[in-house]
């Protein structure tokens, strides 16, 4: 990772063990920033809203990806959509 992105990060260290769980960069620096602003149980606290994607419809899935400009869902089986939105 080019020293830049690091010094962006202000969580480095939440952000490499989300990064070993598995998580995309983007989502890791997403949330260590956030928990660095507004501390890690605030963060922690904040989802869950939005329900569980396998009770979603296959259009709301679709829907869900488009809305974050994903690319390739449009002949997704609902298992590979919620896969995608998931990993995103």
């Not at 830049?4 to 260590?32: C, F, H, Q, T």
Request: glycine share 10%.
């Amino acid at each position: 990772m080019p020293n830049r992105r690091m010094n962006s990060i202000k969580d480095p260290e939440l952000y490499e063990e989300l990064r070993k769980d598995g998580n995309s960069k983007e989502k890791s620096a997403r949330i260590a920033n956030a928990a660095a602003a507004r501390g890690r149980s605030s963060v922690g606290r904040k989802g869950g809203r939005s329900g569980d994607y396998d009770d979603w419809t296959v259009e709301r899935l679709r829907a869900r990806a488009r809305e974050l400009g994903m690319s390739g869902y449009s002949s997704a089986k609902k298992s590979d959509l919620i896969a995608m939105l998931r990993n995103h």
